[in-house]
């Protein structure tokens, strides 16, 4: 990674689509403070815009893209919109689901949508990818993908993917950091083409290695850590209620840090669990 990144880059998939390496996450934010936020973040630049059915704010994401696309008089094309299915319950389950997020976003399909997470046993997580892979056939979803998956998880995927001559996952959505860099897991991704999409959570700010790194850059320790995920080849997803923060978290294509700095931030590991960590369940 260099500084030529800039905030309109993009990652490619493994079947040619391309998703931008800088997203907004609306974790935690009802529709309306959502529909806030994601408005800011479109304004400030953000093309990728990150939702669930869990986090319930699916109408509020949608609402603020399409209002946006049209009093800029961009296509609705030019954002790209995820989500993610939040129960594995059955093929016609999920794909009630899935039809109920595309009602709840309004925007016509959606760009990737993912697995929330493993929970509810094998039979269940490859009925969820049955279903999924049935509407991303169909057009609804342009690309499709996994969340917080163990290593057992994803080898349970890409076996029934070959058996059943199904699309792989494209995207790996999962909590990375210094703190927790999950080399074994993102080392078995990259192998099979998975693309990386880490959620950037705020809890060591204050470490020494990070402050030191903030004040040689003049740059706060958000940056910081946004500047890591991009370097290291992922996808960035950071969250915020606040329009000054959301402004701030795109000032990360003025600087670069060090190969030696990268490695340095590696070292921090200490397995460090952000929110909730379903990796090695059944």
Not at 47 to 72: M, P, Q, T, V
Not at 140 to 166: A, Y
Not at 221 to 238: C, D, F
Request: aromatic residues 10%; contains cysteine.
């Amino acid at each position: 990674m260099t500084q030529s990144l800039t905030l309109q880059s993009c990652a490619v998939l493994g079947d040619g689509a391309q998703i931008p390496i800088l997203g907004f996450g609306t974790y935690e934010l009802e529709s309306k403070d959502a529909y806030n936020a994601v408005t800011w973040a479109l304004e400030s630049g953000y093309r990728h815009i990150d939702s669930a059915e869990w986090y319930e704010n699916e109408r509020g994401c949608g609402k603020a893209i399409l209002d946006f696309c049209r009093s800029h008089d961009v296509p609705r094309s030019s954002v790209f919109y995820t989500t993610k299915l939040k129960y594995n319950d059955g093929y016609e389950g999920v794909t009630r689901s899935i039809q109920k997020s595309l009602n709840e976003c309004g925007l016509g399909y959606i760009d990737l949508y993912l697995i929330h997470g493993p929970i509810g046993g094998k039979t269940a997580r490859l009925e969820s990818w049955r279903a999924i892979c049935e509407a991303h056939k169909s057009g609804k979803l342009k690309n499709i993908g996994i969340s917080t998956f163990g290593i057992k998880h994803l080898q349970e995927i890409l076996d029934f993917c070959s058996e059943r001559s199904l699309p792989l996952p494209s995207v790996h959505q999962i909590d990375l950091h210094p703190f927790q860099v999950r080399s074994a897991i993102v080392e078995f991704s990259k192998r099979h083409g998975i693309a990386w999409a880490p959620l950037v959570r705020g809890l060591r700010f204050k470490h020494p290695s990070i402050v030191n790194l903030s004040q040689k850059h003049d740059k706060d320790p958000a940056q910081i850590l946004l500047r890591y995920s991009l370097q290291k080849g992922y996808v960035a997803i950071p969250k915020s209620s606040s329009q000054a923060r959301i402004a701030s978290n795109t000032q990360i294509f003025d600087f670069e840090l060090s190969d030696k700095e990268i490695q340095d931030l590696d070292n921090l590991d200490e397995v460090l669990v952000t929110d909730w960590d379903p990796t090695d369940c059944d």
